[in-house]
Nanobody, 126 residues
């Protein structure tokens, strides 16, 4: 059974940092997959934040997070991370990780992703 479990969310003050983790089970983070982070704020659509192509190391970041967020992976731990720095209230959302097992577009659109985690809440507030 394929499963992704996100963790690392929480309450942080503006300007603070968090590192989200996404652990895959029943699924190996193979080089041919794309791993993405998405977020969904209350009343808004789910949006792509960042994704990683392990095959060639390509990365994508939404304009709103460029220079602040960094996506990375640890094959040995079957884990993908999202380091989030200089957080602001607009980053408040539930964050999800997902995998696209057959990458046909870059960055893969939301509906191309095959496996999703349950999400972790990130709240940025003073």
């Amino acid at each position: 059974q394929v499963q992704f479990v996100e963790s690392g969310g929480g309450l942080v003050q503006p300007g603070g940092s968090l590192r989200l983790s996404c652990v895959a089970s029943g699924f190996t983070l193979d080089y041919n997959y794309a791993i993405g982070w998405f977020r969904q704020a209350p009343g808004k659509e789910r949006e792509g934040v960042s994704c990683l192509s392990p095959k060639d190391g390509s990365t994508y970041y939404a304009d709103s997070v460029k220079g602040r967020f960094t996506i990375s992976r640890d094959n040995a731990k079957n884990t993908v991370y999202l380091q989030m720095n200089n957080l602001n209230p607009e980053d408040t959302a539930v964050y999800y990780c997902a995998a696209d097992v057959i990458v046909t577009h870059w960055p893969p659109p939301l509906d191309q992703y095959d496996y999703w985690g349950q999400g972790t809440q990130v709240t940025v507030s003073s």
